[in-house]
């Protein structure tokens, strides 16, 4: 039980060593309790936090707490929703993961979306108490239930969201879905090269190239560790912006002020931080 500490060796077909970049290996062992079965991954719901409008993920379960876990967490309505409004919706979007930012990067589950038509008099208007009602089970289904009070209604999302989401994902034709989320992730390598030292961002880059090896291999199994590639890429680079985040703020601050000063030989800013993308208004 615990740490198991392991040295990896790597020798090619004639025997000849070769060197790795890490060769220790830490295996982990632990085991279902009476009291329950520890997560696998953290879970969490897409929300916009009050004090600054940022986009963050409001944990539902941390990784390595014990499953099930039942719980009621207090949202507002980022919006109004009108009866019969089929255009609208407030969306719970699931997602799987700790990348803080930007909080795309994590896996989504799924989404849970309470729509205008679902509603049979009265307007949830915006501020609303939304009570979410949560269950995640020990083989890592989210279910959710939302209350409203102010209507006098609840909502069910219907349905489990798994906490891995392969099965939503046909790798036998995701070659240009996975390409282009590989190459989006080089795009913003190539942004901070220069703020981040290369060694924090070499193993990005490995994982990258590798993801977009086995995403143009035409083979679900290969598209499959693509998938994973992108993921563990994506870890780390957000790992690589908070180590360094004091010198990405600078840049950033930088890039403002020669905008502000009328610096027409300034590029416009980069979101070198990695946020992007407005809150869902219905978050």
Do not use: W
């Not at 060197?19 to 969490?44: F, Q």
């Not at 307007?123 to 279910?143: H, Q």
């Not at 990405?248 to 946020?275: H, K, M, Q, W, Y």
Request: hydrophobic letters at 35%; a negative charge.
């Amino acid at each position: 039980m615990g740490d198991n500490v392991f040295h990896a060796s790597l020798f090619d077909a004639s025997g000849k060593p070769h060197p790795l970049p890490d060769p220790k290996l830490v295996l982990t062992r632990t085991a279902a309790t009476i009291e329950g079965i520890p997560a696998s991954h953290s879970i969490g719901v897409e929300v916009q936090d009050r004090v600054d409008g940022t986009v963050v993920l409001d944990h539902l379960v941390k990784q390595g707490e014990l499953l099930p876990k039942k719980g009621v967490r207090i949202y507002r309505a980022g919006m109004t929703l009108k009866p019969g409004d089929k255009g609208t919706a407030l969306n719970f979007r699931i997602r799987e993961g700790e990348i803080a930012d930007p909080v795309t990067d994590n896996r989504l589950v799924g989404v849970f979306s309470v729509r205008g038509d679902d509603l049979e008099d009265r307007p949830i208007v915006i501020g609303a108490e939304l009570r979410c009602e949560y269950e995640v089970t020990d083989s890592g289904n989210v279910v959710l239930q939302v209350q409203v009070p102010s209507v006098g209604s609840s909502f069910n999302s219907g349905r489990n969201f798994y906490s891995r989401i392969e099965g939503q994902i046909d790798f036998d034709h995701a070659e240009q879905l996975l390409l282009d989320e590989a190459r989006e992730v080089e795009r913003r390598v190539q942004q901070l090269a220069g703020h981040v030292p290369d060694k924090d961002l070499e193993p990005v880059t490995r994982r990258i190239a590798r993801a977009e090896k086995y995403a143009s291999a035409n083979d679900a199994e290969r598209a499959k560790q693509a998938s994973e590639d992108i993921q563990e890429a994506k870890q780390l680079l957000a790992a690589a912006r908070t180590k360094h985040l004091q010198a990405i703020r600078e840049v950033d601050l930088e890039e403002v002020c020669s905008l502000f000063n009328g610096d027409p030989t300034r590029r416009p800013l980069a979101s070198l931080t990695g946020r992007g993308g407005a809150a869902d208004p219905g978050s």
